[in-house]
């Protein structure tokens, strides 16, 4: 949008005539100039891109590993999936090798992390866990037969549109935060219920409980490993994202070279492709401030997030 | 040089509101000055057609459809034949819009730029440019502001943002405020209660009113005073946060809420009190302070938008949209008028010659002189102008208005001018003169109303 400058458009006749008292902002005033008399004060107020900051290409690539490392999490997923149904892999090696690293990982964010933990909170996370696992060995035959009637192609398909909604809607807050909650729900939610679709496609009890268990210590308790790893230094951050790819492109290499192929592009193309083009749309940005912005009200601190905005 | 004028709203009585009653004046106060005027708007549940207002103010009330808060349906060629037939049968020279909210009015402003008439548009409210909703009604203006022949905003804030969001020449945008019938807000100094110290709150109970700054310093102020009480008039969805507030620090005996208030008793509620505050976090113009002020009330407002282009220093204590800046604002309101250092029953008098309809009348038909004289584009010119809106929608919108041309070429075959039959046009000083003359009660009251106005003329 061209803003018209001021002095462009400026009325020229009036300001040269010394006799005349200077135009004021004001209505009430009875003055001198034409009502459509352009004044250099013009647009004077006006404050243009004034919250824009500039962004650093080297930052903005090592900021996007959390994607990377989100998605090839997904990929590494499916890799196990594939796995498990051509029989190359044994579902008890699954289950003691997920609750091992589930151990493992439990254990360092405990000690290393938090140091708060009681001795009673543990207990309530082992019975927790305990439950939980048991329900799901309970639920495991239930779930093998759960699409049996549905075709092939359309668990394929769902199975994309939760794994993409899965990865679109993840919460990829990349700063460090005192309190790390669970991921955001959805994409919690659409990534179990893919996991589930896939499952009920494997053949023994087993093998459906294996990879459910695997994928809720997955896509619900992973991240926030990842989490508290991003936060401990930057090159714990680099390492965990090239070594989750190598993982992925490792096991992927036995099943399809051409998904192989199409990864390490995609991962070049988001890693290095995409921050070089945000940077170079940003001098398109082009953000208007001035008197005629509706105010934000500003209250005392202690109720300031009970009046939020509403679309009144 | 008189004119005859169309002005175009969807906004206009039995809707009361500022955009309406400013309609109604101008147009009164045009045909006071021997311009012809009408005005077109849609039609308001059984009351469409043809009706006349005082004075002989015809209003044709279209039956379209009305969605969301009486704005009509755009169907971009819809009303076109209609409006034809509406400017062709009255002789009109000059086509006046009014609201960027209204569908009527940009659709009027479209089809007379096609049709070759002379048209201008008076944008009454402020937009910001971040939101989805702004962006796309800021396109929307662009598109029909990018033929037109003047615009009038109604403060200067307003000017600049009109300039801003429609890409319009600052040289082709008037600056003409708002007015008041300063004899319906008389001062009555006798009317509030010498007890207490009364602030009166009047507006719409929404989000951009500023609702949440009132919640949070209404217990403040009574808490610091002992003899302040509110009392709030209007309803919305806000009401029921104020009511919690009052509910939570127990002042039943200091607010009254009144619910929705007529236009005809806002001077009532207005003169029990002597304090006005208003909240509001943005504002093109603010009529409700000048109304206020008018009726002898010492104002409060919030610095936003244009409102500190309207009131002089003496009648206005300015503050932040800030709890604690309003908090101190009002407390030097309060001392002001417990020790009398103001006599807000003055104030009348004062706005009477400042803000008044024959004024804004006399500016308002400068510019008709103004875009009268200004030659007619061709067609060609014209499509360049559209086609400037923008990479896609400059296309885009030139496409539309070339459909819009061959759309009228099209209603002048099938349905030629001299097939319409013209209307006669009401006879405003005959009218006038006879109710002059006549001595029945009920044009006593009109009669005084315009000896009144005609004393204010005569001064100036």
Redesign the interface.
């Known amino acids: 949008m061209d803003v018209p400058v001021a002095h462009q458009f400026q009325s020229p006749d009036y300001q040269y005539n010394l006799n005349n008292p200077p135009w004021r902002k004001l209505l009430w005033v009875k003055q001198n100039y034409p009502d459509n008399y352009v004044d250099s004060t013009f647009l004077d107020e006006l404050q243009k891109n004034v919250n824009v900051h500039t962004y650093d290409y080297w930052k903005m690539v090592y900021e996007s590993g959390v994607i990377t490392q989100h998605i090839s999490s997904v990929v590494i997923f499916i890799a196990i999936f594939i796995y498990l149904q051509q029989y190359s892999l044994a579902a008890s090696h699954l289950i003691w090798s997920g609750s091992l690293l589930t151990g493992v990982g439990y254990i360092f964010c405990d000690f290393v992390m938090t140091r708060r933990q009681h001795a009673f909170e543990r207990k309530r996370v082992a019975k927790s866990a305990i439950f939980f696992f048991s329900t799901l060995l309970g639920l495991s035959p239930i779930l093998k037969t759960l699409t049996s009637q549905t075709s092939d192609d359309t668990i394929w398909a769902l199975t994309v549109c939760c794994f993409l909604a899965n990865v679109l809607f993840h919460d990829y807050v990349s700063h460090s935060r005192a309190h790390v909650k669970i991921p955001g729900s959805l994409s919690t939610n659409a990534a179990i219920f893919a996991s589930v679709l896939l499952a009920s496609r494997l053949d023994t009890n087993l093998d459906v409980f294996g990879l459910l268990s695997f994928a809720v210590e997955w896509f619900a308790l992973f991240p926030i490993l990842r989490r508290y790893l991003q936060e401990l230094s930057p090159k714990v951050q680099v390492t965990l994202t090239l070594l989750m790819l190598l993982i992925s492109v490792a096991m992927f290499l036995r099943i399809s070279k051409a998904i192989v192929c199409l990864y390490m592009l995609g991962f070049c193309f988001i890693t290095f492709i995409c921050p070089y083009w945000l940077i170079f749309i940003q001098k398109y940005k082009n953000e208007i401030h001035g008197p005629w912005d509706e105010a934000r009200p500003r209250l005392q601190k202690s109720k300031r997030n009970l009046y939020r905005k509403r679309s009144t | 040089m008189l004119y005859n004028i169309c002005m175009v709203s969807d906004f206009f009585y039995p809707n009361m509101g500022g955009v309406e009653s400013h309609l109604y004046h101008l147009s009164q106060r045009l045909i006071q000055r021997g311009h012809k005027v009408i005005i077109a708007t849609h039609a308001y549940g059984n009351r469409t057609g043809v009706r006349y207002l005082t004075n002989g103010l015809k209003v044709y009330y279209v039956p379209t459809l009305v969605i969301h808060y009486e704005a009509t349906l755009p169907t971009l060629y819809g009303f076109f034949p209609l409006l034809r037939n509406i400017l062709i049968r009255e002789d009109i020279d000059i086509i006046h819009g009014h609201g960027a909210f209204s569908a009527l009015c940009q659709e009027a402003i479209l089809h007379g730029k096609t049709m070759g008439y002379k048209v201008c548009f008076t944008d009454h409210s402020?937009?910001?440019?971040?939101d989805a909703s702004s962006i796309l009604t800021n396109k929307l203006l662009k598109f029909t502001l990018s033929d037109i022949d003047?615009v009038i905003c109604v403060?200067?804030?307003?000017k600049?943002?009109t300039?801003?969001r429609a890409?319009?020449?600052?040289?082709?945008?008037?600056?003409?405020?708002n007015a008041v019938v300063a004899s319906q807000f008389k001062p009555d100094p006798s009317a509030a209660d010498p007890n207490w110290i009364t602030i009166v709150v009047i507006s719409r109970l929404?989000?951009?009113k500023?609702m949440?700054?009132l919640?949070?310093i209404i217990p403040r102020i009574c808490n610091m005073y002992r003899n302040v009480r509110f009392i709030i008039g209007g309803d919305?969805?806000?009401r029921i946060?104020l009511e919690q507030m009052r509910e939570k620090h127990l002042l039943h005996d200091r607010i009254e809420f009144l619910g929705s208030i007529k236009h005809h008793d806002v001077r009532n509620v207005l003169v029990q009190g002597n304090i006005f505050l208003n909240t509001s976090?943005?504002e093109a113009?603010c009529i409700a302070i000048v109304e206020a002020a008018c009726a002898g009330l010492f104002v409060v407002s919030?610095k936003?938008?244009?409102v500190p282009?309207?009131?002089?220093t003496h009648m206005i204590n300015y503050a932040?949209?800030?709890?604690?800046d309003l908090v101190i604002a009002i407390s030097k309101a309060i001392h002001m008028i417990r020790y009398e250092e103001v006599d807000p029953s003055r104030f009348n008098d004062e706005l009477k010659d400042?803000?008044s309809w024959s004024n804004v009348a006399e500016?308002t038909e400068?510019?008709y002189d103004l875009i009268s004289q200004t030659q007619e584009a061709p067609l060609i010119e014209r499509l360049r102008r559209y086609y400037g809106c923008g990479l896609y929608a400059g296309k885009i919108f030139c496409m539309v208005m070339a459909l819009d041309y061959l759309f009228w070429i099209f209603l002048e075959i099938m349905l030629p001018r001299h097939a319409i039959e013209r209307a006669e046009t009401f006879p405003y000083k005959k009218y006038r003169d006879y109710f002059n003359n006549n001595r029945s009660p009920f044009s006593q009251l009109s009669q005084q109303h315009e000896l009144e106005e005609q004393e204010d003329d005569d001064k100036k």
């Open positions: 402020l937009f910001g440019f971040a003047h403060s200067h804030t307003s600049e943002n300039v801003l890409a319009l020449s600052p040289r082709n945008v008037s600056v003409i405020p929404v989000y951009r500023g949440d700054l919640v949070a919305g969805p806000k946060d976090l943005t113009f919030t936003v938008g244009g282009e309207v009131l002089p932040m949209p800030e709890e604690d400042l803000y500016r400068k510019v």
